[in-house]
């Protein structure tokens, strides 16, 4: 196969093989909903299929596409199926599918503004509308970038955070012992995680106290924020989210930081899945208090219908973010850079090289609309509303936290033992797949509704599964 | 617009619409040699042309497409044009391309075994077909991962020999102040952020000298770890490149790895660029000494066909690594996990969610087996022997490095300002696009030739550009 002008795809090829690609997806969008949502294939099963040296020639694209269906697929875990009810959404869409592939066709590494311009001022642009979309704080406008995920959002927040709290001295001297910072018990691990990458040490991040529904109470940040200030310490940092991964609690933004700003502390918003909810008006109370906070970001790949990764981060004060994190080696400077006009997003972020994933997101706004993206959220805030309610009535279950958006936590009356085997039960049957936490230190159900083609028939049938599969036995009363 | 059962693309949509991208791709390829490279817009001209507003209802997706050519292309600089010289390449192919589109797809997150078995696996073993490929050591067989890029890959590293010289106290703690660590005074400007990120801070890097071909000199590294040691200071990370940035340098490998060993230093190997070469047996000296070495990472990104971003990444040690990146909340607990039979890329890395990257490169392979993959890199390297003869033997030009690879670094003999002009002239002209470093101090133009579909007549042709813009004027004799 090999040719004298070398074994590149050429043009013409690639028109026919990427039709079929588009037409493999589509027509996997079209049975997604028949597979078997969890993946039953056993630890080594793939690659047990895959020959064991690479290959020495070409080989034919056919062959990759069928391996594609009889190797890849049946170990896959189905995201994109409707009956997807695990962790939290990775909802993909057409637009979005179609700006990915834009964007991996154009090839562009956005590293620098002059590297692509588009790519640098389409991703402050769309920001821009999200600010608008969202009802985000003014001070936010103009200072927004894509990360790859809230973890990362998360980390650069408390690099921006160490750096203004050190003067700019803890990227050249390392971190001093001082320095502190907070989180509710029930914030997510990548907050743990960014504290130690960072250099802080897990020892000087502080679990903070929840409410009842779960959500971080101030005065329990402020008596540890005194306690630490007392004994010389630094606060720097706070992690605040916007929907909890465990049950969707939502910490109260503006008592936080009305703890944070006399503090000296850096308030991050987390609100990675919760706030897309935001694009209705009757869910913006979620954001209640966000024009004190420092920075916030939320993952249009969680809800909003936009392949993973994508996830969207603000500061208030950009210069503190990228006083962090802004290297500039004599390879990378240009004129565009030294004439102080344009962002160069590289130093908004960890990693150098970036793609160009604004696009997707234009593509997926552009395609829905507002009105279209409310429509949608709103009806699976619905779908979840329903679900509880059929739990709340039924004599087996009961809800274990409240529900503000499209999260249900729930648990048969039967005790973990109970739960655990029934999650089994219902996981292995392929018909749904759900995940766990713990609440009150009891293993819990999540019901998580957001997947692009989750409807009524799906979740009802899920219910109706649950309930088929929880053992006879003792309900609330006895 | 709006529907009744909602906004979504429906799959026979989405069938048409992809047709039409993938054509508007094939049509890209085909006429993207004929582009100004460098993207000729202003600050601020792109979003000039966006409406200021979100679009409140759906937009027919034809604007969309509109809007692409007329506001998105010209805001472009073209990584996939044949005539793009600059920085280091960002390949991409059909293969890739098409590799990305299926994994947005599918919308798999493979955070964990479980969440996709076959996005784990299949990374694991295309790793392994990697080892194979390049030659690599076998200590790395089992333990890669795809990273972004080569910077989160450096930072891997650094956290995982900061946790393993800590005896894991520093991701507790905090940096402890005596832990110092080394690069070259070439390395990449990513080492130097990976080391203020992990709050070792910058002062705490030492820069180690190169010799005449921009090589860190072993004698000078342990000249300086002893130095470090006889005060009491802990050295624990040497960051060593494989083809730096500004000149394609080679640290020596196994010379570094004789100074890191004994004194307890972990040695990571940056090849981002240069590694692809070692797919050609006769390229593999770029590797000597690599056996030594605790972590490897090279980017099919850049030279290797694969659009970005997809660095690979090994760890001698997994276990080093896992320990310092792993976090298992409640809600990610699953029986896979528990059973030690799987691998959680999560631990790996520092986000969380991850894509289905290893689809693409395994796709690449397939494609273009070895073979293909030899003979373009092949080719790349032999275009780039022509240039620097051409260089070589103009009296107006010289070579500013030793050229290992593709890439050559050269100057027009009139000085600084003359080649800062000629540079500009060049990336004015459309015709081409290439950037700058500094060797010994003198401005110098990197012609960086690994471009998918660069071949012979664009490098003649750069040439011809070049000199016809170059001023006449001294030559060397003169």
């Given amino acids: 196969m090999a040719q004298l002008d070398g074994f590149h795809m050429q043009p013409d090829e690639f028109r026919r093989r990427g039709r079929e690609i588009v037409d493999w997806i589509a027509d996997y969008m079209e049975r997604v909903e028949g597979l078997p949502v969890l993946s039953r294939v056993r630890p080594g099963e793939v690659r047990a299929k ?33 009956n997807f009810f695990a962790y939290f959404p990775a909802n993909a869409s057409g637009p979005a599918i179609l700006g990915e592939l834009l964007s991996a066709g154009l090839g562009v590494q956005g590293m620098s503004w002059t590297t692509s311009p588009a790519c640098t001022e389409l991703e402050t642009h769309v920001l821009d509308w999200l600010v608008d979309m969202l009802g985000l704080p003014e001070r936010f406008r103009g200072n927004g970038v894509i990360q790859d995920t809230a973890s990362s959002a998360a ?18 001297d390392g971190v001093p012992a001082d320095l502190v910072c907070y989180a509710s018990t029930e914030a997510h691990s990548s ?22 529904r779960g959500a971080m109470r101030p005065d329990a940040l402020k008596r540890a924020m005194e306690e630490d200030l007392a004994v010389g310490l630094r606060p720097f940092f706070v992690a605040a989210t916007v929907g909890t991964t465990s049950s969707h609690a939502l910490d ?9 700003g006399p503090r000296g502390a850096w308030l991050h918003v987390d609100a990675a899945m919760a706030g897309t909810a935001a694009l209705c008006p009757e869910f913006r109370f979620i954001h209640d208090g966000l024009e004190h906070a420092d920075s916030y970001c939320f993952n249009p790949h969680k809800w ?29 400077r240009n004129k565009a850079t030294e004439s102080g006009a344009v962002f160069d997003y590289r130093d908004w972020q960890v990693p150098l090289g970036r793609r160009f994933r604004a696009l997707k997101l234009w593509m997926v706004i ?75 230190d009891r293993f819990t159900l999540r019901m998580s509704i957001g997947q692009t083609w989750t409807e009524q028939a799906h979740v009802e049938s899920a219910w109706n599964t649950i309930t ?5 036995g003792r309900d609330r009363s006895s």
């Fill in 50 to 82: 895959l020959p064991e040296a690479p290959p020495r020639s070409p080989e034919p694209f056919e062959q990759v596409l069928a391996d594609l269906d009889s190797i890849i697929l049946p170990g896959v875990t189905h995201w994109q199926s409707p």
């Fill in 155 to 172: 980390l650069c927040a408390l690099l921006a955070a160490r750096e203004r709290k050190t003067g700019r001295a803890s990227n050249s």
């Fill in 191 to 212: 907050i743990e995680k960014a504290v130690r990458i960072a250099g802080i040490g897990d020892r000087h991040l502080r679990r903070i106290e929840t409410d009842a």
């Fill in 252 to 260: 109260p933004v503006g008592g936080l930081a009305e703890v944070c």
């Fill in 304 to 332: 909003m219908f936009t392949n993973f990764d994508c996830d969207c981060f603000w500061v208030a004060d950009r210069a503190a973010l990228i006083q962090a994190l802004s290297i500039l080696p004599e390879y990378l």
């Fill in 366 to 440: 552009r395609h829905y609309g507002v009105e279209g993206l409310q429509f949608h959220v709103r009806r699976h805030v619905e779908l979840a509303e329903w679900f509880a309610q059929r739990v709340d009535e039924h004599p087996q279950f009961e809800l274990a936290a409240p529900r503000p958006l499209n999260l249900v936590c729930f648990r048969h009356v039967g005790g973990d033992e109970v739960n655990e085997r029934l999650l089994e039960t219902l996981n292995a049957s392929g018909e749904l797949f759900l995940t766990h936490t713990r609440i009150d």
């Fill in 468 to 472: 088929a599969s929880c053992p006879p």
